[in-house]
């Protein structure tokens, strides 16, 4: 009777331990812009995200996909081209690749630009994380502007 209990009171102990380990969505937010090429029609860009991980475990970003949204419309989209480990409550750099179409926004820039002087975007897209599946996110941000002078004079 004794090997009965004992077990029942090991299955109890590993329930409780598992309704204890939760797992948390990573945030994620826009690192930094660069112009990697192309031509006027459409750009190449690279987009770094910072990928924040709560969680007490390492995870593995295995894919991203994503659209940047400027105003009510899609300026830049894309995926990651390799897989991230993210250790246990760190953060990682993840680089995307992108294809833009900056024409359209520098059309717009002052339409879209708000009355604090900053650009307004969101960021949003989709993890596929290694052993948990898919992670949706959706992150508004801020460029200021003033901040980003003789832009204009490179293209």
Not at 1 to 11: A, E, I, N, Q, S
Not at 59 to 79: W, Y
Request: net charge positive.
């Amino acid at each position: 009777m004794r090997k009965v209990t004992k077990r029942f009171l090991l299955l109890g102990v590993s329930i409780s331990l598992a309704a204890c380990v939760t797992w948390h969505k990573p945030e994620v937010s826009l690192a930094d812009v660069r112009l990697t090429g192309g031509n006027i029609l459409q750009q190449r860009i690279k987009l770094q995200l910072r990928v924040k991980n709560p969680n007490a475990m390492a995870i593995t970003v295995e894919s991203v996909t994503f659209d940047l949204q400027v105003g009510e419309s899609t300026f830049a989209s894309g995926q990651a081209p390799a897989a991230v480990s993210i250790p246990a409550r760190g953060e990682a750099l993840v680089e995307l690749d992108a294809r833009a179409h900056l024409l359209g926004l520098l059309n717009r820039l002052q339409e879209l630009t708000a009355a604090d002087g900053k650009l307004h975007y969101r960021i949003k897209g989709e993890a596929q994380i290694s052993g948990y599946g898919r992670a949706p996110f959706d992150q508004p941000g801020a460029l200021d502007l003033s901040k980003l002078q003789g832009l204009g004079a490179r293209f």
